[in-house]
């Protein structure tokens, strides 16, 4: 009998862990191409800067809001060509997880499933503005992820130290 209630334990426990994407949609959008139409008329030397930053919050029990936001900025020639600005967004049924294994949900799994989308609409933004077809390569969030943990801990180190001395 103890194992039959240790067996319905652990098998509640295993369906409560749950990880449901409810929506994805876009939040905000920015294109601004401030020299068109002459920048057209220049050599097309691109020079890209991908900025990235991700934001997690909690929208009630057990459910998230993260949001990618994505900024794409090119010039030539020292000219901005154009300027995208996307936040994908999307909310999340989180449950069961541990507060580590969440962590790790929010910051870099929801990231790596909202990236494709952020990716198609900066590309369509991109080609309405008559630039040439611009695809972003894919982003290893996990890395992404597992950078920041090792900043923060020499982070922590580092103060840790300080205020030994």
Known sequence: ??????????????????FIIERIYVKDI???APNSPEIFTQDWEPDTTLNLNT????LGEDHYEVELQVTVSVKTKEKTAFLVE?????????RGYPEEQLSHLL???CPSNLF???????????????FPEMHLSPINFDALYAQRLEEDENA??????????
Request: hydrophobic share 40%; charged share 25%; glycine share 4%.
């Open 30 to 32: 920015s294109f601004e």
């Open 116 to 130: 494709p989308y952020a990716r198609e609409v900066i590309a369509n933004l991109v080609s309405k503005g008559s």
């Open 156 to 165: 922590t180190e580092a103060g840790k130290a300080e205020s030994k001395h």
């Open 55 to 58: 934001n997690a919050k909690a």
């Open 107 to 109: 910051a870099s799994f």
């Open 1 to 18: 009998m103890a194992d039959e209630k240790a067996a319905t334990a652990t098998k509640t426990e295993e369906q409560e862990q749950q």
């Open 86 to 94: 996307v936040t994908q967004a999307g909310a999340f049924l989180i």
